[in-house]
Nanobody, 120 residues
C-alpha cells in the first residue's frame, strides 16, 4: 500500500489547512485511516482516525478544531485543521491499517509525511 499525502504548509496562528491522503496499490480492505504527527524532539502521536464504519477518534488537544473525514471504500481521508496553534507544528503522517485477502493479520502503513508549520 502506498499512501500519498498532501496539503501541508506554513500558516499563521488561527488559520486553517486541509490535509489529504489517498491509499493505493493492490487489493486490500481498509480498517482504519488517520493522521499522526511528530514534532521535533517529541514522539509520534495520533491526531485523528476514522474507521471503516465511520467512527472517529481525536486526541484531546485537537477536539473541536480538527475534523477527519473520508471514505475507506475509496481509500481516501482528509484532515480539516482549524484554529491552528504553534503547538500544532509538526510533520503529519497519513496512516492506514488494512487487510489483504487470505492474510489473517492486518498491516500498518505510513505515508511520507507532510510538514505543517504554524507561526505565532
Amino acid at each position: 500500500v502506498q499512501l500519498q499525502a498532501s496539503g501541508g504548509g506554513l500558516v499563521q496562528a488561527g488559520e486553517s489547512l486541509r490535509l489529504s491522503c489517498a491509499a493505493s496499490g493492490g487489493r486490500f480492505t481498509i480498517n482504519v485511516m488517520g493522521w499522526y504527527r511528530q514534532a521535533p524532539g517529541k514522539q509520534r502521536e495520533v491526531v485523528a482516525t476514522i474507521t471503516d464504519d465511520g467512527g472517529t477518534h481525536y486526541t484531546d488537544s485537537v477536539k473541536g478544531r480538527f475534523t477527519i473525514s473520508g471514505n475507506t471504500d475509496k481509500s481516501t481521508t482528509y484532515l480539516q485543521m482549524g484554529s491552528l496553534r504553534p503547538g500544532d507544528t509538526a510533520v503529519y503522517y497519513c496512516y492506514t491499517n488494512v487487510y489483504y485477502p487470505e492474510i489473517p493479520t492486518p498491516h500498518d502503513y505510513w505515508g511520507q509525511g507532510t510538514q505543517v508549520t504554524v507561526s505565532s
